[in-house]
């Protein structure tokens, strides 16, 4: 079965500065997809970020980027610019890219603190 | 883009009845939902993968005969807490897979008295 750890609990941030949140996953797999979504006080999960493991060009959502290290098993998020909106808990997720109709594992999640 | 909706958004019950929460793709035909839960700051589990016409799939430590899960349409499965007792009391969120996508619906808080 697959593993996803985030190692960090919680994570702090000043407004305007960039962050990063940790995320590593072990598969035996070759082909799957990463993600991060963001839960905010309001619990709807919103998706951030995307990957495709078979892509090597890492992923870019506006202010939200990725470092993804195939190799290392490992999918951090960069938050640049912070803004007291992405105060939120950040969950990364591994699917298999076997078949869309597999749930997504979830990791523990990091809580994103962001200070004025 | 693709809306996911569940009703209630809030349920407060006793202690020993059963609670139904409905989950429903609004836009958008989905043949496989699944149905998380969530304790305070923890992360999603997931309990049970439903298809469409056919019996759900219970991740192990689930008890297929409290969690009841129906999904009897295309746009629409069922999670019925049986017997619920307080320690069911939970945030429970279902999802739905549209065009290789997986939609959020904005979860149910169950609280049982």
């Known amino acids: 079965a697959q593993t996803v750890t985030q190692s960090q609990p919680e994570m702090s941030v000043q407004e305007a500065e960039t962050v990063t949140l940790s995320c590593t996953y072990d598969t035996s797999e070759s082909d799957y997809y990463l993600f991060w979504y963001k839960q905010p006080p309001s619990r709807q999960m919103i998706l951030v970020i995307r990957q495709e493991a078979y892509k090597q060009q890492n992923a870019t959502e506006n202010r939200f980027s990725v470092n993804f290290q195939k190799a290392a098993k490992s999918f951090s998020l960069k938050i640049s610019d912070s803004q007291l909106g992405d105060a939120a808990m950040y969950f990364c997720?591994?699917?298999?890219?076997?078949?869309?109709?597999?749930?997504?594992?979830f990791g523990k999640g990091t809580s994103l603190l962001v200070t004025p | 883009g693709a809306v996911v909706s569940q009703h209630p958004s809030r349920v407060i019950c006793k202690s020993g009845t059963s609670v139904k929460i409905e989950c429903r793709s609004l836009d958008f035909q989905a043949t496989t939902m699944f149905w998380y839960r969530q304790f305070p700051k923890q992360s999603l589990m997931l309990m049970a993968t439903?298809?469409?016409?056919?019996?759900?799939?219970?991740e192990q430590g689930v008890e297929k005969d409290k969690f009841l899960i129906n999904h009897a349409s295309l746009t629409l499965s069922t999670l019925t807490v049986t017997s619920a007792h307080p320690e069911d009391s939970s945030f429970y969120i279902c999802?739905?897979?549209?065009?290789?996508?997986?939609?959020f619906g904005p979860g149910t808080r169950l609280t049982v008295t």
């Open positions: 999802s739905a897979i549209g065009q290789g996508e997986q939609y």
């Open positions: 439903s298809n469409e016409g056919s019996k759900a799939t219970y």
């Open positions: 997720a591994y699917r298999t890219a076997l078949n869309s109709g597999y749930a997504l594992n």
